[in-house]
C-alpha cells in the first residue's frame, strides 16, 4: 500500500527559475523514478521562492530519501500525510 508523503525541499532561488529550468528539473527526476521502479510515484510539487513542496506516493520513506540522494534534490523534511482536509468537509 502506498502513503502520500509531503516533501520541503530547500532549494535558493529555485522560485526565480525559467519554466526551461524547471522541466530541466522534472526531467532529471523522472530519470531517478524511473531507476526507482513502480514503489514510488511523483504526483506534482508547489515551488516558492526558496523552496519546493513535492507530494509523492511511496511505499516507504526510505524511497522518498532514496529519491533525494540520486536526484540531488535535497528532502530537508518529510511528512507522512495523515488526512486531507478541505472545505467540503464544513456542514452546510
Not at 509531503?6 to 522534472?26: F, N, S
Not at 521562492?49 to 535535497?74: M, N, Q, W
Request: charged share 25%; glycine share 6%; hydrophobic share 40%.
Amino acid at each position: 500500500m502506498f502513503k502520500k508523503y509531503v516533501i520541503e525541499r530547500e532549494i535558493q532561488g529555485i522560485g526565480a527559475q525559467p519554466v526551461e529550468a524547471l522541466c530541466g528539473v522534472a526531467l532529471q527526476s523522472n530519470g531517478v523514478l524511473d531507476e526507482l521502479g513502480t514503489d514510488i510515484q511523483w504526483l506534482h510539487s508547489y515551488v516558492t521562492a526558496d523552496k519546493t513542496y513535492c507530494v509523492y506516493l511511496a511505499r516507504d520513506e526510505s524511497l522518498i530519501h532514496e529519491h533525494a540522494k540520486r536526484s540531488g534534490f535535497p528532502a530537508n523534511r518529510v511528512a507522512e500525510v495523515k488526512s486531507v482536509l478541505d472545505p467540503t468537509m464544513a456542514p452546510a
